[in-house]
Structures are given as C-alpha cells and as structure tokens.
C-alpha cells in the first residue's frame, strides 16, 4: 500500500518483524525495524524521501564508497515516556553534524526537511518498535553514502541517504578501564577527527583490539603531534572532576566530535552553577591530579553509554585509579537528570527533546 504523508511518500511493508523483540531482553542491534528512509542524490538534486520495507542494499562492485570511503553516519535515540508519547533527543543537532560531515568529506548536504522530516515519519511509521521497558530506546541511524558506480578517484555526484533503526535496551555502565594511547593517533589539526566520517572507526579498531586483549575497555586518545593533550575515548568525549571544577577538552582545533550528550552535560552542570572549563588539557594535569587525590571522578558522555564512569586509566606503567563510585558526587546525578528528561520525568528546559507524533 502506497501512502503520502506530508512529504514523505511511505510504502509499508505487510507484515511486521516486531515479534522478534523481546522487550525484556534486547539484543542491540539484532533485529531492525520494520521500515528504512531512502533518499537518492543525483545531477545536483535530491530526490524525495521514501519510506519502504526494511531490505538489503543491491550494488554496483564499483560503488565509490566501497573503494575510496566517502561514508558518514549518526547516532540518535528515541525514547518512549510513561504516558506512550515517543521522543527523540536533540536531532536537529545531529542534521547539523551530519552536514558538517558531508561537506568534509566532499558529500551533498542533505536538505533539512529530508532528513528530519523522514526521520519523524519514519519513527513515526515504526513507534510500536519504541521499547518502553526502563532505559531503553530506539537507536535511529541516518547515513549517506558515495554511490557513483566508478572507480577512479574523483568528488562523487551520487549519494545514497538512508535511516535504519533498531531497539537498545538499558546499556549497564560498568565501570571503565582506560588505556591512555600513546602509540597509535585518532585525529590531527586539519583531519577529519571532527567529523562522524566512517574511516575514523574503522582506523581505531585494531588499536582498540590491541588494548582490550590487554583487559582494557577503550582508548583514551591523545593528540596526533605531541602525544600530550587529551582528545576523546572511543565513542565518547572525556570529563574529568578535580577538586570542584569540571574540566573537558575544548573542540577548537577540530580534532573532537562535538558530542552533544557532552553540550547537554555542559548545559546542566552550568545549570547548577559547577564551575566547568573547555580547554586544553593535557595528561600531565591528570596524572598529578590523580596523585595528590584532588581527581574526584572520570567519565565519558555519548549517546551509547550516555555517562560511562571510568575506574581506572593506565598510562605508561602507571595506573590512575579513580575514588569508589560511592563517593562520586556529580556525575551520577548529572546522569539521573538526563535520563529523566528524556523519559519525561523532568522538565525539558532546554527545549532538547522533538516530539513524534
Ligand atoms: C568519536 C565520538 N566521540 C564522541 C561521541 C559522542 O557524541 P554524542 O554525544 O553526540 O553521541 C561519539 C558518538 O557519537 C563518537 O563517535
């Protein structure tokens, strides 16, 4: 059955996959939603968006993407709230990376009401697909392709737009270990660290191997040229607590994601008057912090994990270890207060969450 839907022309599929989910015991990942968004660029326009059955990708062996890389991605999350209204938290922020991604990597930008409008009708197409068992949520995935079927090197003309999505259930934040990388680099001044472009995880996986066989859980990536100022961990940005202030790595040097659970943390701490400073932090002032006690907490802020404590950070030789949770006094609660706005237990202040209806 064909239907229109505002601007989104959506063809449904006739059986659904739901079944396959037990909201009890989500597998991250396993089963995707019934639908798929898909929009194609070509000869300089994009072509409506459409909603259709979730299905494989049919293409060319030449397809630009698979030889020269040119792929970007986002990470969003739904949520669904007590009273069954579903949410997404802060997409318009992740449109804008999108593009600042796309432009990086010499990709079309996709246009707004492509990319927000198909991901409200197709979140809304799939709302039964909403987990709404407790910390859980819909992980929505936008992302674009090269799709030019050539195997020279040129700037791509063709690109595929697409959004999948699949349930995550209540992610358990065991404590961390880190291991303080300073041997392999993620990003350098005028790369592409800033951007959500796939050859950055694909370049930190073996590194990222390497120190899990050591019994460590991420890296914490210093910068690519001296080796000495902090930048981020895996798939998050880094916050420290030392004596009473909160520091972070500043973004100006475009080496960083711009996390927005990392703008939102900023946002609330600032909210509560906890002194926080974006700057430049090296891990020389980590690891004397550690030694005179005054590092109080350590943790990272992403979409996956939203706040990951870290107990521990291993640099060369040396093991920071971090106080007992039990005593960590902003963190947790920092945690709490997201997660409470986004199931709609807390006032949304800060106009963070798009509602689907
Ligand atoms: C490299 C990297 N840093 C930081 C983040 C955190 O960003 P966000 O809070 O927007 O998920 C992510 C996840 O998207 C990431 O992949």
């Given at each position: 059955m064909?239907?229109t ?8 599929a006739t059986t ?18 019934d639908?798929?968004l898909?929009s194609?660029y070509d ?6 968006a459409?909603?259709v ?5 049919s293409?060319h062996?030449a ?5 020269y ?7 969003i ?9 579903v949410?997404?938290?802060?997409p ?15 990709m ?10 198909g ?10 697909w909403?987990?709404s068992t407790?910390g859980?949520?819909l ?17 791509p003309t063709?690109?595929k ?15 961390i270990r880190i291991?303080?990388q ?11 660290g ?7 995880y ?12 050591q ?18 961990i895996?798939t ?6 030392v004596?009473?202030?909160v ?18 943390v ?12 974006e ?5 020389d002032?980590i ?6 006690g ?11 994990a ?5 107990a521990e ?21 920092i945690?709490?207060?997201?997660a409470d706005?986004?199931?709609?237990k807390?006032?949304d202040k ?8």
């Amino acid at each position: 059955m064909n239907t229109t839907n505002m601007t989104t022309k959506i063809n449904r599929a006739t059986t659904s996959r739901i079944d396959q989910v037990d909201e009890n015991d989500i597998k991250f990942a396993s089963v995707y939603s019934d639908h798929m968004l898909v929009s194609d660029y070509d000869d300089g326009a994009w072509q409506d968006a459409e909603i259709v059955p979730f299905d494989n990708l049919s293409m060319h062996p030449a397809t630009t993407f698979i030889h020269y890389g040119q792929a970007i991605f986002e990470g969003i999350k739904a949520y669904k709230t007590a009273d069954g209204k579903v949410r997404v938290f802060r997409p318009q922020d992740n449109f804008r990376r999108f593009n600042l991604s796309a432009k990086r990597m010499a990709m079309a930008e996709v246009p707004e009401h492509i990319f927000m409008n198909g991901l409200h009708d197709l979140i809304s197409s799939d709302k039964d697909w909403v987990p709404s068992t407790e910390g859980s949520s819909l992980y929505i995935r936008p992302f674009m392709f090269a799709a030019d079927e050539f195997i020279g090197i040129k700037p791509p003309t063709k690109f595929k737009f697409m959004i999948i999505t699949t349930p995550a259930g209540a992610y358990y934040n065991k404590p961390i270990r880190i291991y303080v990388q300073d041997k392999y680099c993620r990003a350098f001044p005028g790369g592409v660290g800033f951007a959500k472009a796939a050859g950055n995880y694909g370049a930190a996986m073996q590194p990222t191997v390497e120190v899990q066989d050591q019994g460590f859980d991420q890296n914490l990536w210093l910068d690519g040229i001296e080796k000495k100022y902090i930048q981020e961990i895996g798939t998050m940005n880094v916050f420290f607590v030392v004596g009473d202030k909160v520091i972070t790595p500043s973004l100006e040097d475009g080496t960083i994601l711009n996390g927005f659970t990392r703008a939102s943390v900023i946002q609330l701490l600032k909210d509560r008057n906890i002194e926080i400073e974006e700057r430049k932090i090296s891990i020389d002032e980590i690891v004397e912090a550690s030694k005179s006690g005054e590092l109080k907490e350590a943790f990272g802020a992403g979409t996956a994990a939203v706040i990951a404590p870290i107990a521990e950070m291993h640099y060369q030789g040396t093991d920071m270890v971090l106080p007992a949770q039990e005593e960590w006094q902003i963190s947790p609660s920092i945690k709490q207060e997201l997660a409470d706005i986004r199931y709609g237990k807390a006032e949304d202040k800060h106009n963070w969450m798009f509602d689907i209806n």
